[in-house]
């Protein structure tokens, strides 16, 4: 059915690791703990530090830590910040423009389609990091 990207996934395993052990945590033991790659996850971390989900840390005990409880990082903002605007549909965007669709002036599902749409971002939406633990 519907997909995270592995940015994503790696981004939620991340913080889900920074979460749990509550502490700085660098991206070779976060990437070794969870065996992700370490030159993906390195980018990864830069976008949530982007985003202000996380901070960063210099020096001998450097690293990255959260700036937020779990509890109030929601899936939604990890998304975001890793994938843009995804949508379920092509004729679905937020900028309203419909280029990439033929069929949308005549298509029957794109209603029932935004509707699902909208259900998906308020359930991403109120899930968040703490859930994942």
Request: proline residues 3%.
């Amino acid at each position: 059915m519907l997909r995270l990207s592995k940015r994503v996934e790696y981004g939620l395993m991340a913080l889900q690791y920074l979460a749990k052990s509550g502490t700085v945590a660098t991206t070779r033991e976060i990437s070794a703990s969870k065996n992700i790659p370490h030159e993906l996850l390195a980018k990864v971390m830069q976008s949530l530090k982007q985003e202000g989900i996380i901070d960063s840390y210099q020096g001998v005990r450097g690293g990255y830590a959260l700036l937020f409880s779990p509890e109030s990082i929601n899936l939604s903002r990890v998304v975001k910040a890793l994938d843009g605007h995804t949508s379920i549909t092509e004729c679905i965007s937020p900028s309203g423009e419909h280029a990439t669709c033929d069929m949308f002036n005549s298509c029957t599902i794109k209603e029932p389609m935004n509707k699902l749409q909208l259900r998906m971002e308020e359930s991403v939406g109120k899930m968040t990091i703490a859930e994942l633990l």
